[in-house]
């Protein structure tokens, strides 16, 4: 629980604390854990797995907002101020989490403070990384958008090393069409356009990223 950033310099007592109120919880891949919309009692702090947040849009498209992985949290903002889920969040394979509820989260933050000032440092990163991509996502052309999630997620460690030390991505390009909020068939040829500059090379549900300076180049537009 010390590593999960929610709990990042926190007393020991608030740990304890902490231990005592959460509850274990295992869910299988493909479980929903939350709907948009729903009310929250819960926050999820996540042990093991992968879980990720979406919207879906008007015309009824899949947004990826995160996937997340230990030690991260979600599920907090539903439990401030008002409204209901922000997003859907779904478990990408077995996921073990811990839930820690709405009174219990509610008087760690009231007598804590460093834990509500973790919270503000989580939400304040959020909307940096939403801005960031915000702009990204309506400025760049299908190539910079692309090598861009691509980049998000090599920075964010969603990364395997495969036999030939390359950082590997696991995705299907509908999922990292959902990430970049753009349509399969868009997806396929911005990979291939990348492939040709050399920076990655693709294989079924695998992106290799060969040269992520050289994506960070394209993204940039200086390449
Ligand atoms: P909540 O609104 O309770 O349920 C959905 C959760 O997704 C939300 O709390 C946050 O914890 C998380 N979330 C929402 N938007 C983002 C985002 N842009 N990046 C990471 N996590 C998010």
């Not at 299907?172 to 349509?183: M, N, R």
């Amino acid at each position: 629980l010390a590593q999960v950033p929610l709990f990042h310099k926190a007393p020991a007592r608030a740990l304890e604390i902490v231990s005592e109120a959460v509850q274990p919880r295992t869910f299988d891949a493909d479980t929903v854990l939350f709907r948009e919309g729903d009310r929250g009692e819960v926050l999820y702090i996540l042990h093991k797995g992968t879980v990720k947040l979406f919207k879906i849009d008007l015309e009824g498209h899949e947004k990826t907002l995160a996937i997340l992985k230990p030690p991260e949290f979600f599920g907090e903002m539903a439990l401030l101020g008002e409204g209901g889920r922000s997003a859907t969040a779904v478990c990408l394979r077995e996921t073990h989490v811990y839930l820690l509820f709405k009174d219990d989260f509610e008087r760690l933050l009231r007598e804590y403070p460093s834990i509500s000032l973790n919270v503000a440092n989580t939400l304040s990163q959020r909307l940096r990384g939403m801005g960031d991509e915000a702009q990204v996502l309506s400025y760049k052309d299908a190539q910079g958008r692309v090598a861009y999630v691509i980049l998000r997620l090599y920075w964010g460690g969603h990364i395997d090393f495969g036999e030939t030390g390359h950082a590997l991505l696991r995705l299907t390009h509908q999922e990292l069409a959902s990430l970049a909020g753009t349509s399969r068939e868009t997806v396929t040829r911005a990979l291939k356009a990348l492939e040709e500059e050399g920076v990655i090379s693709t294989r079924p549900k695998e992106v290799l990223i060969k040269d992520p300076d050289g994506l960070e180049e394209i993204l940039h537009g200086v390449r």
